[in-house]
């Protein structure tokens, strides 16, 4: 499969940040959100096979394993990968950008960040409610916000499709451009079980940074 990059750091975003974490970037992603801080990722990259892939996550000794891009959902090698780290016992992560449903054959003992994409993306044509209906606990929906219309209009889609208590949900700022505290505020006054996020990896390194 083509890998745009393989890289092990702090785990900067999801349930799982602050632990070390074995990234591997998959080239290629259909959406182009406007914010995208991973637009390196469209094109090139190397091809690289399941086995290696696996063998180079082993050395790297971390327990956790995040699949990202791109966009893993459209690799035909996913489920593949997935099954031979979880044969290992990795606890699996995928981040997907929601414009896709979960690929058949994947073993759903990956944990799935699942970003639900609003208008300040660009991207909300994509969001499908089916894309999320099988989501589950152990999952996660992940709006990125651009400010206070992209958090109204996650509220909104969230409540159309039944997902509070179902998934849990986080919303994260647009890196710079949204800013956190007032998001803090937001989710504060409205009450809903929200968890914000910041990403962590901006503040621990370099923001303009590959690989960390
Ligand atoms: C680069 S994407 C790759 C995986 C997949 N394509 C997706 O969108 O989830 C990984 C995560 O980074 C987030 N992200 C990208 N650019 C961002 C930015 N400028 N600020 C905050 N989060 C960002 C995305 O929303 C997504 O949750
Ligand atoms: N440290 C670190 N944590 C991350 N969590 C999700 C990332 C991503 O780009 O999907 C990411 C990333 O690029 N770096
Ligand atoms: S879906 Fe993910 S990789 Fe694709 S453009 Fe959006 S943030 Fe970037
Ligand atoms: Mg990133």
């Known amino acids: ?9 702090i785990q900067g975003e999801s349930r799982y ?16 959100c406007r914010w995208c801080d991973t637009t390196y990722s469209f094109y090139g990259g190397e091809e690289r096979t399941v086995d290696s892939l696996v063998g180079e996550a082993v050395s ?14 459209v690799q035909p090698e996913l489920p593949e990968l997935c099954q031979k780290l ?25 944990r799935l960040i699942v970003d639900l994409k609003p208008p300040g993306s660009g991207m909300e044509a994509w969001m499908k409610a089916e894309n999320f209906a099988e989501l589950g606990t152990e999952d996660e929906i992940k709006a990125v916000l651009t400010g206070r219309e992209d958090f109204d209009w996650s509220v909104q889609k969230l409540e159309e499709w039944g997902i509070w208590g179902r998934v849990p949900v986080t919303f ?16 504060l006054d409205s ?3 929200v968890r914000v ?9 370099d923001p303009q940074l590959r690989g960390v």
Do not use: Y
């Open 1 to 9: 499969m083509k890998i745009t990059e393989t890289f092990r750091s």
């Open 191 to 193: 009450g809903l079980p």
């Open 60 to 73: 790297s000794g971390t327990s956790l394993v995040e699949i990202t891009g791109g966009e893993p959902f």
């Open 86 to 110: 979880l044969d290992l016992g990795k606890t699996v992560l995928i981040e997907t950008s929601g414009g896709f449903p979960v690929p058949s054959g994947l073993n759903r003992e990956c």
């Open 172 to 187: 994260s700022p647009v890196f710079g451009e949204c800013d956190p505290r007032e998001l803090a505020r937001w989710v």
């Open 197 to 205: 996020q910041i990403q962590l990896h901006k503040i621990l390194f």
């Open 17 to 32: 940040s602050g632990w070390p974490c074995f990234f591997i970037r998959t080239t290629g992603c259909p959406l182009r």
